[in-house]
């Protein structure tokens, strides 16, 4: 199980990639919903994503204890891909991105801006899996996984650090859950440190892994996963995370489409600032409860990266 001294570490590993986030708050806001609600906008992280805190300090432990590491591999194009192409890149460690033969141009451009190497292979997970393993043992990277690794959960961990730090009274944190590392690393801080805090997951209700996962109390694969929260399209929780999941957390809620638009236009009109649809998950369920008077609910707001182009869709009240 994931010590507490290993977010420690994390945390003095990564300051020179992650920036501690603000806690964003509207008075107005928390007065019509009767419950204090905070913003922990991780949208405005470095890369525009917690990602760069696991990316980030799994890099720097391995190449403390490898020095001759030859460079960095990972399957995953989104927010970690870019991650972990900018840590390298930062690092002068030389990267590469496996991505779908049919990923958009806007995500290899993101990658390329960092000078990583992008390597594309077949369309599912599966095959870019086994490439980046194939890579890793070929030219002797390290493969960086997006979750399900002890570092990487680590390095998420700190935001539970700053939460506490920032908002030392919360009373519940709320975390959307892909793979499920970012909300490892936090409850596992959280619960150590401030048992009473609620830590509450979310998922939307066409991609719920977790939530399946922990009513069968086993691993559970979903057969499909479908949002617009494509950030958080895991088919199943992993190794490393599902039991941690299960021993901190205290339950999970589940959103729909429609809530996570209305959270989306909530958090760009209340907030002034823009989510993309797998960080506005964790407002979704904000507003979905009453939390009760006086409650500080923190929601973590996971990241911030969506194309252009689809931000009249996100913000149009089709209502
Ligand atoms: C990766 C990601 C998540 C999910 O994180 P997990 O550690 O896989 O649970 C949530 N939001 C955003 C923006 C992400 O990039």
Sequence with gaps: MLELQSIWEANANIRKFARTTPILYSSLLSDDLGFDLMLKAENLQTTNSFKIRGASNCLIKQKKEMPSLNGVVTASSGNHGQAVAYVANKMGVPAVIVMPETAPKAKSRAVSRWNAQIEFCGKTSRERLARSKEIAQQRGYLEIPSYDHPDVISGQGTIGKEILEQVPDVDIILVPIG????????????????????????????????????????????????????????????????????????????????????????????????????????????????????????????????????????ITNRS
């Excluded at 997951?201 to 399946?212: H, K, Q, Y």
């Excluded at 929260?229 to 941690?244: E, H, I, Q, S, V």
């Excluded at 979704?284 to 409860?289: G, M, P, S, T």
Aim: glycine share 10%; no cysteine; proline share 5%.
């Design 179 to 314: 793979g499920g590392g970012l909300i490892s690393g936090i409850a596992t801080l959280v619960k150590n440190l401030r048992p009473k805090t609620q830590v509450i997951g979310v998922e939307p209700a066409g991609s719920n892994s977790m939530t399946v996962s922990l009513d069968k109390e086993e691993i559970t694969q979903l057969e499909k996963t479908h949002s617009i929260a494509d950030g958080l399209l895991t088919m199943k929780p992993g190794f490393l995370t599902f039991p941690l999941v299960k021993k901190y957390v205290d339950r999970t809620m589940l959103v729909s489409e429609e809530e996570i638009l209305q959270a989306i236009r909530l958090i760009i009109e209340h907030f002034k600032t823009v989510p993309e649809p797998s960080g506005a998950v964790s407002v979704a369920a904000a507003l979905k409860e009453d939390w009760g008077k006086g409650k500080k609910v923190v929601s973590v707001v996971s990241g911030g990266n969506f194309d252009m182009d689809r931000l009249p869709g996100f």
